[in-house]
């Protein structure tokens, strides 16, 4: 940590700031330039990272110099975590898409998204049962009813799936069904949240939040990875701009970025990324294209009667000519799909 | 609500989108220009603001008509919310200040802090027990131990105490504790969290998300007054934009928006709006000539040691100069402080 | 247009609004709902764009149904255009990659990028001989002299040149030496200069600007195809959002949202997307399966010592790699690099 | 300027970093950590701000420690500017507004304007004769006739005025006629214009680019100043954010900001900032408290038929009643009106 002195700060403020270093077991270096002296904290300087330092008289800024985040990033791992769920392999070469409808609404629907998106290739269902919603007249999803739905599709068709969590109090409930944990974009920094998650044995999926940096998000999955389950999928899923002809922004450059901070696979969700069923393809092509792990795309039989996400759900006939892209694409990449 | 059709829609492509408005019970009315034809949803639109209608073919835009939100509203409501807490009356004439350190650390740093904020004018004391941070590694809050001190801190001093609450499962301790619940930002799409303080007869205090857009804000609130508590209190502090001299970017003008908008109090935190003490005074006093009906401030009595928060609270001395200059200008635009 | 009226609006206020919608020459349609009143303004609402119509007492506010812009939409067009510089066909099946240094330093430098690019591929040649720089401090180009290193590298490898204007005042001489004109992000909103640009015969790419939206970056090329230039190249180059991780956030989805909306060539330029070398291959990977026409890369013999821009400009050896990855994912969609 | 080196760079990488910067007269100050080993640049960095060093194999990043501008800075010069117009000091006690429509529509029109914000206490008149409009079917402006009817308005009420220049080709005939230049959010970055403005002796008012940083802002500034011309004013006017309820987002915290980091007088314009006539009043208010200079403010008498920005126009009487408030609050805080 570099800590930038003002000018004409005096003998005894640079020396309280000295203290405060040393007395967090770090070593303090003095270096004095032409306009500004500066200290150069080290040691751990994640001990110093709550940055109260600025608090000091005569500081004018502090520079971090090391990640705040450790056990998520590529330099404590240098290799790709790969993470078993029934069989697949998620982080590998192999590119998995999660496809299903964003709420569970019925037995019926769920298999009418379910059966064609196992026959068009995806590996994993999604569907959520516990839905978080702007407003509180729009649907909320089904609940242990929506988990039973997904579960019988699980059993008809093979495919593991993943789920919504919102509140630590379902976490059980939720657990005894689900394959995979999402933590959605809007509590990827419900801390407790994370600290619960992070006891269980169960793989999770963070998703980016709506206005979250990279630092952040990494920040959240090291909540989970401190508590000791270090099956994280982290999930771009678009960040909020001032750009209004799509929903968010989808921040694919976020994928080969985090490619290079940390071991955990990367997924993007062009879906809630665009907010437009006619973007889903082209920018589900662009993220395998940046170097995405995999896809989560939603896909409802009947888009024009969802009860949430309808103008960015795929049909499955759509979703399937998007699989057939996508294998051709992955080929060129080297990958599979 | 208007669904603006693309050209060339066909004759059957509308006859479903009117029969789908009018399966809500909404009327639909057709209106032919010379670049577009459009169907007027005629009833209440809010049956149909979860905008599945975008999904028809043939639909190109949905345009809302109507506010989403309606308890909040200050159309539903013309006048003031006035909240009674323990005597003092929110959003009324007086300007209250809720000033007190960011976290709880121990009962010594509480009342070095709630004595001299209480005699330079304050009307509440802050302090967090339960704190949301960004890393793992960052201080947690005392929990318990710090609703204790806050407990404490009134005693000595007679001021009311707000304090935030993270989890749901929390809630009864909190509540046991504190005369006013504060939601952060972090948890201002917690909708459990909002569903649950809802419930509550306890006024409470929510701010506004990091990338909230002040419609979301609302809904949030409306997620509280649905379910029966109507004593809220908003509060700005600070948006996430790209520029980085301040921690956010603290957006006054949503303090006459608010105020237009709904009946409900609304106030300011400059000092997470942005990030430093040093602006503190400034953006206190601009918030309040923008109108705010109050202010929350963070007020340490050893910021340089304090931690979280340090480098955005004002020591005593600064806040009692602070509240002179408030009173001063309270004077001149009709209110008190 | 819909102007959509406040509640308690009175009858002479609503009467005014019509009057002034039907001066100018479009019929005002009433429409009284439930909640709102609201007044169809049917015939060419751009009349109207200047929307002074929120102006009036009782009005809430007004929603144009029309896009703003004319000749540069897909409806005025249904076709591509397809662009011709020197027997090269931009916006065709073919994904056109200019590229080059970022300014032109000398004869050696533009040489020592323009050999290998042609090698690798590429077709047209990028550099700077004027340059829009943040800072008074930084190089601001060779001017002249650079021009003609530009045209002595297309002597020798028959690569067309594309190179920035800045100055209406420079555009003659600009003009006789370059290829392509490139309206630099900085100047999209540069009206004088869009309007000289447009009187000309000559391509000119657009790049969008720092914040603009999708429909500002289409207005402003349709300043350029009103006064008759209707050979324009759109280029997505990274808008700024709050990541700091990277320069800017490329937005990919504006390259199927502008396929969409005009008829015109987009092309996207990755390195000041990212603003890091390392990042250039996958954004380019990702930004051609989007559905880009084109790319516009930064490629410096000794990037280390470049007078700007080295960051993110890559070395003629991972260029050439690059465009080998390009080759194959194009096969993969059916285009060609 | 300190340089972030990777772990595991090698001696001989780390010795061409060195020679990078003793190339450009400075010292490099090694240092080792315990995670990374950095090299501190000791000298004036400001000749090492094209950071090229990110492009070194070995380097993870540079992180400035002197701000890039140094003219317009308040170390530079630690007294405030003060600019004296026709007898008028702008940066000093007493706040300027500057008063008028936004574009000049007729002698009548501007006259409408000019004479009672005379009498209401605004100390120039404001009024735009060329025009940068988003779309090239608005209304442009009425050019050197728009000069002529600001004269005229002049010689009237004895207001100096304030008008925009869009091109440098339009400087001579625009600075007969006014008193201060402005430069347009659109061209903070047109870096021509700010040279050839920077050679006048003539005011300028430089306003913030609509997604300008602070520190880009000042080094527009600089741009100016160090062709010669110390007498700028500058004009926080709202930038661009998600929020929609308004048409920027007034960034107030920027005055207090812009005040420590520089000597300039600094204004603020609630018209632009937030594109509403019913905000204008609240932000004016706030702009003053948070610190500014002076104010920028659209007034037109008939703001329905304004042929640009009539939605945040107030009309007369309104303006009227702003600055009464505004002669109040200034007292409270110390200053006039």
Known sequence: MIVVLKPGIRRDEIQRVVERIESFGLRAHLSEGEERTIIGAIGDERLLADQT?????GVEKVLPILKPYKLVSREFQPSNTVIQVNGRRIGDKKIHVMAGPCSVES??????????????GATFLRGGAYKPRTSPYSFQGLGPEGLDHLAHAREVTGLPIITEVLDPRDLDVVCKYTDVLQIGARNMQNFKLLTDVGKLDKPVMLKRGLSATIQ??????????T???????????GIRTYETETRNTLDLSA???????T?????????HGTGRWDLVAPMALAAVAAGADGLLIEVHPKPEVALS????????????ALMEQLKKLAVALGREV
């Not at 037995?107 to 068009?120: D, M, N, R, S």
């Not at 508590?227 to 899923?237: A, D, K, M, V």
């Not at 996400?309 to 399937?320: E, I, N, R, V």
């Open 53 to 57: 330092l600025e608090s000091f008289p």
């Open 107 to 120: 037995q019926e629907q769920v298999l009418g998204a379910a059966i064609p998106v196992k026959e068009a």
């Open 216 to 225: 952040e998000f990494l920040l959240s999955a090291e909540y989970i990875a």
């Open 227 to 237: 508590e000791g389950n270090r099956r994280i999928i982290l999930c771009e899923r």
């Open 255 to 261: 994928v080969p970025v985090l490619k290079q901070l």
């Open 263 to 271: 071991h955990l696979p990367v997924f993007v969700d062009p879906s």
């Open 309 to 320: 996400d309808g103008p960015q759900s795929l049909k499955p006939p759509k979703f399937a």
